[in-house]
């Protein structure tokens, strides 16, 4: 199951606008307004299917992508460049993270711009949320891996791209790729030993990620929909 809720919908909407130019030719990736592809998405996620409990929150949601739209389509950055886009089997490029251990490692980069100078790559993600990314993230190491392991150009940068702020690219530090990996091989081993000894207790009491899904099953939740991956969606009203 998956929880959707106004900031995901918001995500989700400007996402797919923007990751689905990467396929189409740079010279006319724009010749098409993303604000009126945007109103054609959005009907995806329109009322409680967006987690949205009224029609003013919803406005005003629409209203933040349209404005984010608005400016990627003045400011395009690395959208007027040469992208790499990853062959997958099925939903998400994927790798074997350990064959010994039977672990594999999915999930989708945003963008891969292509760096003709030194023929790399640099590993872009789209934040349409308001929150600095924390140092501690994965997010990062598993980008790093996956971009290393799914095509062939080696990884030289990686940006986040805050749509709602104006400064454009904000490049961050690489972590080494042993590094990365052994960060989330650690993990890795930690959830498939959970899985196999069916023990998932919450290392904290009451935590923001595990409340949610304790509501649900507590019978707070509204089951609104299915997602691309076949998860139940849900919403919780209150």
Known sequence: MTIISPPMALGLAVHEIIESLSVIQVKERLNVSLVEKFENVWHKYQGKKGGFTSDAIEEEYKERGMKMLSHVQENPGPIKRKAVKVQAQGNLPFYWLSEEENIILCGKIDWIEFLEKDKSVNIIDF????????????????????????????????????????????????????????????????????????????????????????????????????????????????
């Open 127 to 238: 934040k349409t949320g308001k929150n600095t990314e924390n140092e501690s993230s994965l997010q990062l190491p598993i980008y790093l891996l996956l971009a290393t392991n799914t095509q062939k150009w080696p990884v030289k940068q990686a940006s986040y791209w805050y749509l709602a702020r104006e400064e454009g690219l904000t490049r961050v530090t690489l972590p080494h790729t042993t590094e990365a990996f052994e960060k989330v091989f650690s993990v890795a081993k930690r959830i498939k030993l959970a899985k196999q000894l069916e023990h998932f207790t919450c290392q904290k009491s009451g935590c923001r990620n595990c409340l949610p899904y304790e509501e649900i099953l507590k019978g707070a939740g509204e089951k609104v929909g299915i997602s691309e991956y076949n998860q139940d969606v849900f919403i919780i009203p209150n």
